[in-house]
């Protein structure tokens, strides 16, 4: 599975963007599929993840509320709307796949439970 991260950009304290995580070669409709992001001098950090059937959804405390992930699987995509952001939300945002549910939902926000990366986008927020 290859991923296609798009979306980022620079937007002012409050403001919205909406992420994209497209695929090439195979349907992304099987896959669980997650974002998480890394700031500059910080770990990489969960943000959101979604189970393949789009049942269940999973947030970081610090996004919950603010931003939403869905997808649609007619187009191999999935999405992270992010409203209300704050510049500590500036990072390269990456999207991460792997095949069918997770065991357990406390494998959801684990980098190391997804096998696929997309390439990542830049969000800044500016205060």
């Known amino acids: 599975v290859q991923l296609q991260a798009s979306g980022g950009g620079l937007v002012p304290a409050g403001g919205s963007l909406r992420l994209s995580c497209a695929t090439s070669?195979?349907?992304?409709?099987?896959?669980?599929t997650g974002w998480f992001r890394q700031a500059p001098g910080k770990e990489r950090e969960f943000v959101a993840a979604?189970?393949?059937?789009?049942?269940?959804?999973y947030y970081a405390g610090s996004v919950k509320g603010r931003f939403t992930i869905s997808r649609d699987n007619a187009k191999n995509t999935v999405y992270l709307q992010m409203n209300s952001l704050k510049p500590e939300d500036t990072a390269v945002y990456y999207c991460?796949?792997?095949?069918?549910?997770?065991?357990?939902?406390?494998?959801?926000?684990?980098?190391?439970?997804?096998?696929?990366w997309g390439q990542g986008t830049q969000v800044t927020v500016s205060s």
């Open positions: 991460a796949a792997d095949f069918g549910t997770f065991y357990s939902d406390v494998y959801y926000s684990k980098s190391t439970s997804y096998g696929y």
């Open positions: 070669g195979r349907a992304l409709g099987t896959y669980t």
């Open positions: 979604i189970t393949w059937s789009g049942g269940s959804t």
